[in-house]
């Protein structure tokens, strides 16, 4: 058995991981009519037997008596956590499994990191190490979190040097959501720049989400809906309406229909390792295959289809068409063109009734179109799990490590050093406790150094792709 704790930090990563613990106990149900506890639910949830308070042997493929997740909710502003204790989920978690605060970060990476960082450290530990013990065999960390925030960006990244402290050979995998160009907290470029820093230094994978992408995903969406080519209306209680129940407009941003999307990747990103499949894939492969270079592991993500959501009639689209939608640049959580630009290397994670063949025939389809560095031209990881997500009859989550996220860093980089030529703001991070000018240079030399390691691969790899010369096979 192995098991892979997720730490949500922050408004926006405890909003994303509500919607991936009710959407993955969806899947679950789905498939477990009998209510047994087994590998699949064991993988993310423990089953508490309330009497006892335990969860020893004897519990393990009994009747399911109460689920917790295998999860740790951090906020330094309860809010968000409580809305989750109050809502459907309240039984899924127990206060052992939160730390919460009410004042907040105000939007400030140094209040996150260095002050609620160093004050609730030994909780953290503590908590940390219950939830590892109850797991046989950890496979990797999860931490969801923002960038833009204070919270999410300061204890998330605290978090995340915590994990490799306590627990340096297992792997850390963080999705981290980037603020938008019309991001309305003024410090945003300073908070994703600081992270940066930790991210590059500490994390084993990352996925960066956008934002912007993320919403021109829901208003396409929507747009489908309005013009009928989904099929049918969506249902009042759809997981694309907002809690009013009524659709949402353009104007209103739909956090809770980008929170789903970002759910959907991270339910396709852990299917392998929650259910059967002919080419299960292990989550620490994927760092092992596409991150040839310690501090180039940033992801690209895509998904197909983008609207997996039960209770939307989807046309079934055809396999192919499934495999080109994953490399196009709407079905992109990111905005980025992988296409035109230079691949190291590129996981393909399906999901329902494929075929290896299938899956081998796209590849050979799709490989003159995109361009790999010279020495992983066969750079493919693959994965085929037999369970689909609900609703649908198959589904593919794209993982492509790619030069294309050069240009999000450079406008992440250039949106800093506007505010910091002006040394504006600087004064309150600085009157935080362990808090120094020379945090802010290092950060942005650090972001400088990835987006030169970026530079060179293209500057090395920039010409018209050329297949290496192969031996002949005599049959």
Known sequence: LSFSPRFAVGQCGNQVGC????????????????????????????NIDTRSGDDGPGVYKGKICSLKARALLIDMEEGVVNEILQGPLRDVFDSKQLITDVSGSGNNWAVGHKLYGYQYREDIVEKLRKIAEHCDCLQCFFIIHSMGGGTGSGLGTFVLNLLEDEFPEVYRFVTSVYPSGEDDVITSPYNSVLAMKELNEHADCVLP?????????????????????????????????????????GQEKPFDAMNNIVANLLLNLTSSARFEGSLNMDLNEISMNLVPFPRLHYLVS??????????????????????????????????????????????????GNVQVSDLRRNIERLKPSLHFVSWNQEGWKTGLCSIPPVGHSHSLLALANNTCVK????????????????????????????????????????????????????????????DPPRLKIAV
């Open 407 to 466: 240009p999000t860093f450079i406008e992440l980089k250039d949106k800093f050093m506007k505010l910091y030529r002006k040394k504006a703001h600087l004064h309150h991070y600085l009157h935080i406790d362990g808090m120094e000018q020379s945090c802010f240079s290092e950060a942005v030399s650090s972001l400088s150094d990835l987006i030169e390691e970026y530079n060179e691969l293209d500057a090395t790899e920039g010409g018209p792709r050329t």
């Open 19 to 46: 919607r991936f613990w009710d959407l993955a106990l969806r899947e679950h149900a789905a498939v477990n009519k009998k209510g047994i506890y087994d590998e699949a639910l064991s993988s993310f949830f423990r």
């Open 302 to 351: 895509s998904l197909t289809p983008l609207y997996t959501l039960a209770d939307v009639n989807v046309p079934s689209r055809r396999l192919d068409q499934m495999f080109s939608d994953a490399f196009s640049r709407d079905h992109q959580l990111i905005q980025a063109d992988p296409k035109h630009s230079l691949y190291l290397a590129c996981a393909l994670l399906v999901r």
């Open 209 to 249: 989400i956008e934002n912007e992408s993320l919403f021109d995903i829901v208003n396409k969406i929507h747009q489908m809906i309005n013009s009928g080519r989904l099929g049918s209306t969506v249902k009042q209680n759809s997981l694309v309406t907002s809690s009013a129940g009524s659709a949402k407009t």
